[in-house]
T-cell receptor, first 113, second 116 residues
Framework: SAVISQKPSRDICQRGTSLTIQCQVD?????MFWYRQQPGQSLTLIAT?????????ESGFVIDKFPISRPNLTFSTLTVSNMSPEDSSIYLC??????????FGSGTRLTVV | AQKITQTQPGMFVQEKEAVTLDCTYD???????LFWYKQPSSGEMIFLIY??????QNATEGRYSLNFQKARKSANLVISASQLGDSAMYFC?????????????FGAGTRLAVHP
């Protein structure tokens, strides 16, 4: 199965700033997904990152707040923009790895102060 | 509406006993996949088991088995011979391959505590 390197693993950021999270996959994958997990909550899909086209965002998430890049089939970034304390969450990337499996990155624990 | 429901916020079990974590789902798509993931306190998502909607037999993976009752739209996870290391959050998830563009949607999760 694919191996994902997600960086940073954690960060503490000032409100009003932006943080870019990177996911590097050791093989080419068509579909990459970005999730948010608020404290004590389940995973919520932010967007599907498509190579060569705009990301597809879920209801409640907008590109201005969570811009996503997908320059090739092994790499993607998620930026959390103009952060507020409500953005404190774990952010995870995931790839569709074969016909059934999904592999997740180790997550980025973001705290906004 | 496509939805995953986990009604047990927390469960506890004695070490070496079996435990069942409940999951029900709702979809009108005839083709779907059901997953269970374990999330320890470190935050990583660990794949446990998969069941396809057309699979005739219940999935098993070591100590994990999935009790798939399609007519009732339930996909309960059974963990046999619980170990202290099984203490974690457990999420049921559903893949929607066509209309859902292969998205995974997750239930609210169940926190399992294994007692010695």
């Amino acid at each position: 199965s694919a191996v994902i390197s997600q960086k940073p693993s954690r960060d503490i950021c000032q409100r009003g700033t932006s943080l870019t999270i990177q996911c590097q996959v050791d093989s080419q994958v068509t579909m990459m997904f970005w999730y948010r997990q608020q404290p004590g909550q389940s995973l919520t899909l932010i967007a599907t990152a498509n190579q060569g086209s705009e990301a597809t965002y879920e209801s409640g998430f907008v590109i201005d707040k969570f811009p996503i890049s997908r320059p090739n089939l092994t790499f993607s970034t998620l930026t959390v923009s103009n952060m507020s304390p409500e953005d404190s969450s774990i952010y995870l990337c995931s790839v569709l790895d074969g016909p059934y499996g999904y592999t997740f990155g180790s997550g980025t624990r973001l705290t906004v102060v | 509406a496509q939805k995953i429901t986990q009604t047990q916020p927390g469960m506890f079990v004695q070490e070496k006993e079996a435990v069942t974590l409940d999951c029900t789902y709702d979809t009108s798509d005839p083709s779907y996949g059901l997953f269970w993931y374990k999330q320890p306190s470190s935050g990583e998502m660990i794949f446990l088991i998969y069941q396809g909607s057309y699979d005739q037999q219940n999935a098993t993976e070591g100590r994990y088995s999935l009790n798939f009752q399609k007519a009732r739209k339930s996909a309960n996870l059974v963990i046999s011979a619980s170990q202290l290391g099984d203490s974690a959050m457990y999420f049921c998830a559903m893949r929607l391959p066509f209309g859902g563009y292969n998205k995974l949607i997750f239930g609210a999760g169940t926190r399992l505590a294994v007692h010695p």
